[in-house]
C-alpha cells in the first residue's frame, strides 16, 4: 500500500503541466519588480536610505557587503535592466541571477530597511533562477523552442513557498497580544478615522478584535482554500479583498500588490493559457510577434538535472525551519526579537523606543550623552531603539569612533520601550557596558525583562 | 490639542490617562527648574544635584511623548514603508 502512495505522488510531481502558469508568474514578477524599483528612486529614497547616512547597519555574517556610494544607483539600475529581460524572457536564467544578486546586495547594505516582503522578493527570485519560467512567451522560446511542459513540482514549489508564507503569518497571530489585547490593531485602527467609506468603522470599539480574528483566520485558512478548485474563486476574492484593505489602512508599499501577483500561481492552467494567449493576441496584433507555429517542442517535457528539484526540496525545508528558531530563545519574543526576522511574522507588533547613549571615559572618569542625529537618520534612529541587535552594533560603532578620538569608552545605553500599547518600560540594562558585550546568536541577557507573558506562538 | 487626541482615543499609561501623566511630568519638573537659580553657571558650580534632577525630570517626559505618545497616536516617523514592528 505504501508503495503505491509513493509511486502516487513521484507521479503526481513529475506530471507535464503547461508552462503558462510560470509565465505569467514571471511577467508579473518582473513587472511588479520593475515598478518597485522606480517607486523606490523616484521617492528618493536610494538617496535616502543608501547615501545620506554615515553609518549601517549590517546582518550578522554580512558586513562585507559594503555600501557603495553613488554605485549604488547603478546596482539599481542593473536590476532594473534584468527585469526588464525577466518580463520579455530573454537570457532569462541570467538576468534571473543578476536581479537576484543585485537585488539582494541592495538589502544586505543596510538592516534598517529589512521588510518581510523584500526577503520575499530574495527567495522568490532565488527559487525562480531555477525553474522554467522562460519556457514559453518568451523571447529565449523563440530562439531556442523550449519545452513547452514543466513538471507539476515546478509549478508546486511556488505554491509551497506561498503556503509556508501565509500560514506562518497566520501562525504569528496566535498570540494573546493579537487575540486578546488586540494589539497592535487596536493602536493602529482608531487613528484612521478620516479614511473614506471605512473610517466611521474603524473607530468602533469592536474593529480591532474583528480585524485581528479576520486577519488570523484569513492567514491560517487561504492557503488550503487556494488550492482546491472548487473553493479557488471564492478565495481569490478573500485574496484581493484583504490585501487592498491592508494597502488602505497601512505604508506598506508594493506588498500587497506583489502578494496578488504572486497568488495568482494557485489558479487553474486554463486560466493562465488563457492569459497568455491574450497577451500573444495582443503582441501579434502590435506586429511585435509573429503569427503561432506549432512546433515539435511544444509537447516535450523539461526535464531538469536531478539535483535542482533536490536543491529547491532542501531550500523549502530550511524555509519551514528558520521561523521556528525563535523557540530557541528565552524571554518574550516580541521584545528581545531574537528569531523574528525571516519568519514571516508580517505586522505583527507596533514598538516604539527611546536609546539614551552614553559615554563613560574610563581613564577619567568623564562622561557624556550622545546625541545619536550626529551619527545616525531618524529612521535608523527609530529602529535602532527597538531592536537589540541594532543596539549592540550601534554602541561598538561608538565605541571604536570614541577610541579613535582617544578615549578610554565605556558605552551605557538608558532605554525604554512601548510594546503593543503597553507603557514605555526599560529596555536595556543600563549597568552594563555594551563594549563588553560580543555580538553572537547567544541569548542577549542584557535586555530587561518585559514583566509581562504573551502567551502563543 | 494633543492631549486632547489622546483622551479621545482613551490613551493610558499604567491607570492614568497618558496626557495626565505628561502634564504631572512637566509640573514635576517645573517644580524641579524653579529650585534653580537664574544663573545656571553658579548652579552648576554649587550644586549639580539640583541640575541633574531638573535634567531628569524632563527626561521622563522626553520618553513619555517620544515613545508612548508618539505610539498611542499612530504618528509614523519618517516616510517609509513598514512591515509593523
Redesign the interface.
Known sequence: MGKLDGSKIVRYWNRPMSAAPLATFRICFGVLMLVSLLRFWY?G?IEERYLTPTFHFSYWGFSWVKPIGEYTYGLFLLAGLATLAIIAGYRYRLAMITFFLSFTYIELMDKTT????YYFISVVSFLLIFLPAHHTFSMDDRRLQLPQKVPQWTIDTLKLLLFLVYFYAGLGKLNTDWLVAHE?LN??L???YDLPLIGWMLEKSWAPGLFSWGGAIYDLSIPFLLWYDRTRPLAFLAVIGFHLMTALL??????PYIMMGSTLIFCSVTFHERIIAGLRQIFTQLNLLPAATSSPSSLKVYTPHRSIPILLAVFLAFQVLIPLRAALYPGEL?WT?QG?RFSW??????????A?FKMVDRRSGKSFYINNGDFLT??QE?EMS?QPDFILEYAHYLGDHFRRQGWTPSIYVES???LN?R??QPFVDPTVDLLEVEDTWAHKDWILPLGDEIWGL | SLAAYLDE?ER???EELLSKVINDQFEAARIEINELSEDFRTQVMTDNVAMLEAYDAL?VN???M???M?????I??????????
Open positions: 521617492l529614497w529589512y521588510l518581510n516582503h497592535p493602536t493602529w482608531p487613528t484612521r497601512f505604508p506598506i508599499g508594493m506588498f516580541f526579537e523574528f511574522r508580517v505586522m505583527l507588533i507596533e514598538k516604539a523606543g527611546y539614551n531618524a529612521i527609530k527597538k525604554v520601550v512601548a500599547g507603557s514605555s | 482615543l493610558k499609561k499604567g527626561q522626553v520618553a513619555n517620544k515613545t508612548d508618539l505610539q498611542a497616536l499612530n509614523a516617523v519618517g516616510y517609509v514603508d513598514a512591515d509593523g514592528d
